[in-house]
């Protein structure tokens, strides 16, 4: 049996529609690398870790 987490990609993910996405993936159980243009990155990266 394959234990391997899925992983995916958001960008704009720092707030809107690519945050919302980045919630639903982490809550689906998947490994999510975030990225996005302003330091509000930082704030939904940790948001999500919770």
Known sequence: ???TKKLV???GASSGLGFE???LF???G???AM???SDRI???AEEIKN
């Open 1 to 3: 049996m394959n234990n």
């Open 9 to 11: 990609l958001i960008t």
């Open 21 to 23: 996405l980045a919630k």
């Open 26 to 28: 982490a809550n689906d």
């Open 30 to 32: 998947y490994d999510v």
């Open 35 to 37: 990225s996005g243009s």
């Open 42 to 44: 930082y704030n939904s």
